[in-house]
């Protein structure tokens, strides 16, 4: 392998002057006092992120997995801060999965969320007992010591000593207690490394080819295998013939897959697998493959007839998830009463890097190693070990980086293939999947319909809101039948509307799901914000009103809101409602910051329009306006793009504000073009031709973002950017042009450089 990013072993350091902290004395300086395994977020022993090598090299192990977001450099600043260590001086390992480090799921915008307290404690738990080593050999108190970039000093004598001359010293410590750890953490005001723009630990190394990506794992006598699946979820193979395809130089072996089971979890689909010695050999025998399926329970998919069905569901009451006040009664006696109905048609992930996993079985054939590009490596562990037959135990997944996951790599279905193929062919095996098969056999971004109801009085004022929203939910991959919306759905975008409306109400209907639906970043966020915020401007037209300005009316006076209060059963991203309120001012603030950066009521040309959105997710806040100009010929341009994201504190302002862009854009990309159709079950989409995606001409001309400063809790970074996108496009599409787009992409596959009248329409 040209570059190893395994984590390292717990004790193999200590030969080379490495030390590990607390694993040989396993003990607490007081008993009496909550040890650090007790911390919010997880374990916080200090020896399960660092390691000193005698030399004074700091290597910090990240538990989470290394996708572009830069979570590296996150774990790193939180740990180094309460570390004292020299930035200059710190390695990072990537840890293997493994349920010591507790969650090691990177999704759901949390590794900075999460583990902002636990890594912060672990830090300082170390930094005293390096002080304590340095006081111990000084015979000086340890008060009279302080730490800072990587040494420990006496400032009554001046001396000084390297956290590499202590290292041995400290091994011996007693682990500090919580109480002293949290005592010991630094204050807001000196922090050094935490919230700084510092430079990115893994984009020199990517440039320099350093980096070990999913598809760049090479072993020892390693083959290499596609895998021909069945068209349909749940379809079967009935019959294949594999002459032609062994008759292909460099084609080894094929090997029949165990077909899916419902629910299909993480479970490969099935087929037939062809090993060879090199990828194109394999591609070009699957090719040579001569396959009969049997279609299975989902080949009378129709995404376009299933639409039509959302659509119907959604035009009936459903199931009330939230209430406030009288909903009927308030629309029956409306001044004035609007309807909508929007729609999203499914996603894919498309990563830029497809998944890849390799395996290496042992000799005995009890146990196995794989190597994957994955976003939830115990999760891997798991399925690897069910569909092998194996403990637990016997299962190693050591993480490489991950080029793009977007949530597809937290599904291993990939790694499963790879164990069952290379036991099969009896030699370590890298099972690769290529765009065609990322883009027809995923997990993909489920499809929605919603239909929103409002109710104006005389002037103007929205006093009823009515939000019924169907869609196949996640819970369908999981278990069989399914079709209901968990409160985990409905909490991204819907149970947690902020409107300040005297009468609110929340219903959703039910959908069977025909493909396997997974999380994508931002979740059931995408569609929900796109038809609450699409929804908030059609409000403000209705009542003559600037969208901006009605927008700030709805969300209403700074107050926090619980959804709890209203029949909801609300779990706000698992993160507590005490540190986490849903406050409606840092919104507001949100909402005013970004209209201000794009000159909000500024004169426009003919053509310009601009369009404004806000959201709130994963417990951070993000407002985006878009301008947008539209020409005769109905061509779309975006001139700008201002974005601003109040997620409390930030590991890295620059990092935050990468992200935000990328977010942004990844959310106006999928609201261009996005979308996944089915035909007979089978899906339409193959490779980029048809997938169409965002191109580097048609992103926007001029792109602002800001992340607002703040002393709140750290929020999600990742996700938060994308749902506000598009809304905030169709509503300066509408500013632009008078058209509503309540009907996503904005543009088909057939049609797509142009606006057209048959996008829009009162009726959606």
């Known amino acids: 392998m040209p570059v190893t990013m395994q984590r390292r072993a717990f004790m193999a350091g200590l030969a080379g002057g490495a030390f590990v902290l607390g694993l040989t004395l396993g003990r607490d300086a007081d008993a009496a006092s909550p040890s650090l395994t007790k911390v919010r977020g997880g374990d916080a022993t200090p020896s399960l992120f660092i390691a000193i090598t005698s030399a004074g090299v700091v290597e910090l192990t990240c538990h989470r997995s290394e996708m572009g977001q830069q979570v590296w450099n996150a774990m790193a600043q939180i740990l180094a801060e309460e570390l004292g260590a020299d930035w200059d001086r710190i390695e990072i390992i990537q840890a293997e999965g493994h349920p010591r480090y507790g969650d090691q799921n990177t999704d759901g915008s949390r590794s900075v969320r999460n583990n902002f307290h636990r890594l912060r404690v672990a830090g300082a738990a170390m930094r005293l007992m390096l002080i304590r080593a340095a006081a111990k050999q000084w015979k000086v108190t340890a008060k009279a010591c302080r730490a800072e970039l990587g040494e420990v000093i006496h400032d009554a004598s001046g001396r000084r000593l390297g956290y590499g001359e202590l290292a041995a010293g400290a091994a011996e410590q007693a682990i500090p207690s919580l109480k002293d750890a949290e005592a010991a953490l630094t204050p807001r005001e000196k922090w050094r490394y935490i919230g700084a723009p510092l430079p990115s630990l893994t984009v020199p190394k990517i440039v320099r080819g350093q980096g070990t990506f999913g598809v760049d794992v090479r072993l020892p006598g390693m083959l290499y295998a596609v895998v021909a699946r069945p068209p349909q979820v749940l379809g079967r193979l009935r019959s294949f013939d594999d002459a032609a395809s062994k008759q292909i130089p460099g084609v080894v072996a094929s090997v029949e897959l165990p077909e899916a089971k419902a629910p299909v979890s993480f479970q490969p689909l099935g087929g037939v697998a062809i090993v060879a010695r090199d990828t194109w050999a394999a591609i070009r025998g699957r090719e040579a493959l001569v396959l009969e399926w049997e279609p299975g329970p989902n080949a009378d998919y129709d995404s376009e007839a299933y639409a039509e069905l959302l659509f119907e569901q959604v035009r009936q009451p459903g199931e009330v998830r939230r ?13 004035k009463r609007i309807a909508a109905e929007y729609y999203a048609p499914h996603l894919a992930h498309s990563v830029m890097e497809p998944p890849a996993a390799t395996a290496r079985w042992s000799e005995s054939g009890d146990a196995v190693e794989c190597w994957a590009a994955v976003q939830s490596p115990q999760s891997a562990r798991s399925a690897v070990a069910a569909m092998c037959g194996l403990p637990e135990d016997e299962v190693t997944i050591h993480v490489t980086w991950l080029g793009g996951g977007f949530g597809r790599k937290a599904k291993p279905d990939f790694v499963v293939e790879a164990a069952l193929v290379a036991r099969a062919a009896g030699a370590p095996v890298k099972l690769m999947w290529t765009r065609e098969d990322e883009l027809q056999h995923g997990y993909y971004h489920t499809v929605s319909a919603q239909r929103l109801e409002g109710g104006l009085d005389e002037q103007g004022r929205c006093v009823a809101f009515l939000h019924r929203t169907v869609f196949p939910p996640i819970a369908s991959t999981f278990m069989e039948g399914a079709s209901k919306a968990s409160w985990g759905d409905m909490r991204q975008g819907a149970s947690d509307t902020p409107f300040d409306v005297p009468n609110l109400q929340l219903e959703s209907g039910e959908a069977p799901a025909k493909v396997r639906i997974g999380w994508m970043r931002s979740v059931a966020n995408i569609y929900h914000a796109f038809a609450v915020q699409s929804f908030a401007a059609e409000l403000a037209a209705a009542a003559g009103r600037d969208q901006k300005d009605y927008l700030l009316e709805l969300i209403g006076a700074p107050r926090t809101i619980d959804p709890n209060t209203e029949g ?48 709130r997710s994963f417990v951070s806040y993000v407002a985006t306006v878009v301008e947008v100009a539209v020409d005769d010929q109905g061509e779309l341009v975006i001139p700008g793009v201002w974005s601003v994201m109040d997620a409390g504190t930030v590991a890295n302002v620059d990092h935050a504000a990468s992200q935000l862009e990328g977010g942004t854009l990844f959310g106006l990309s999928n609201a261009l073009y996005g979308q996944i159709t089915a035909k007979n079950g089978v899906i339409e989409q193959d490779n980029f031709p048809r997938w169409r995606l965002m191109r580097m001409p048609e992103a926007p001309r001029h792109m602002e973002v800001k992340i607002v400063a703040s002393d709140a809790p750290p929020g999600g970074v990742g996700e938060p950017p994308t749902p506000p996108a598009a809304p905030a496009l169709v509503n300066a599409i509408f500013a632009a042009t008078g058209q509503r787009i309540r009907r996503l992409p904005v543009f088909d596959t057939s049609r797509r450089d142009r606006l057209v009248a048959a996008d829009s329409g009162d009726e959606g």
Not at 573 to 592: C, E, F, Q, W
């Open 323 to 335: 209430k406030r006040g009288d909903v009927d009664a308030a629309l029956a006696g409306a001044s």
């Open 568 to 615: 909801a059963q609300y779990d706000n991203y698992g993160s507590p409602m005490a540190d986490y309120p849903i406050d409606t001012g840092r919104l507001a603030n949100v909402v005013k910051l970004a209209a201000e950066m794009a000159g909000w009521g500024r004169a426009l040309a003919k053509g310009h329009g601009l369009g404004i959105a806000a959201h």
